[in-house]
């Protein structure tokens, strides 16, 4: 199956500092990628989906000046959080879906903390 | 709006008890209804996609089945390494937007 990556897998910020999340598709051109946030023991939650070459179109409630989204090559999606807060801390997973498929292949995900 | 409904949220099987996985849906015009397993701490991995009433799909244990109303996962003598949550999701078509609606998920637990 298709393969997503992403960098880092782990991170630890302070408090008002800005993180920069990586998620390349590896072995497919993705069209689209997604950016999901979850939470312990809940389901994924949709905060933008990116086109290349486009803006990206963020959920209701998703404040897109504090998660940058740049999705600037059919290979790479970056999720920049600014001024990152404790509760910002989560777990964060992308997935790419290839031209021509439904389907969607997301990454290993990506641990957040924030102190 | 699009809802889907997993149940039970969690269930405990013996290795080798057979059961079964539910969801539900309601979508106006479904593109695809997609099966995941996810690992503690791991991103969702891809198993399955059904597209319409009556297709069937299987991958070793897992057997998934689409009605008009809802999909089920048929695990065959579940073994320990089966122990995940799985997600279901559905995706219709939203002003050309190819997001999926999840379930809450169904954690499994085979004990050996």
């Known amino acids: 199956g298709a393969v997503v990556s992403q960098h880092p897998s782990r991170v630890i910020c302070k408090s008002g500092t800005s993180v920069k999340i990586e998620c390349r598709s590896l072995?497919?051109?993705?069209?689209?990628m997604f950016w999901y946030r979850q939470f312990p023991k809940k389901s994924l939650m949709l905060m933008a989906t990116?086109?290349?070459?486009?803006?990206?179109?963020?959920e209701q409630g998703v404040e897109k000046d504090k998660f940058l989204i740049n999705h600037a090559s059919l290979t790479l999606s970056t999720l920049t959080v600014t001024s990152a807060h404790p509760e910002d801390s989560s777990f964060y997973i992308c997935?790419?879906?290839?031209?021509?498929?439904?389907?969607?292949?997301f990454g290993p995900g990506t641990r957040l903390t924030v102190t | 709006e699009d809802q889907v409904t997993q149940s039970p949220e969690a269930l405990r099987l013996q290795e080798g008890e057979s059961s079964s996985l539910n969801c539900s849906y309601t979508?106006?015009?479904?593109?695809?209804l997609f099966w995941y397993r996810q690992d503690p701490g791991k991103g969702p991995e891809f198993l399955f996609t059904?597209?319409?009433a009556g297709e069937e799909k299987e991958k070793e244990r897992l057997k998934a089945t689409l009605t008009k109303k809802e999909s089920f996962l048929h695990i065959t003598a579940p073994k320990p390494e089966d122990s995940a949550t799985y997600l279901c999701a559905v995706q219709a078509p939203q002003g050309g937007s190819e997001k999926l609606v999840f379930g809450k998920g169904m954690k499994l637990t085979v004990n050996p």
């Open positions: 979508v106006s015009g479904l593109r695809g």
């Open positions: 997935s790419a879906g290839s031209r021509g498929g439904y389907e969607q292949y």
């Open positions: 072995d497919f051109q993705a069209t689209t």
């Open positions: 059904l597209y319409s």
């Open positions: 990116s086109n290349e070459g486009s803006k990206a179109t963020y």
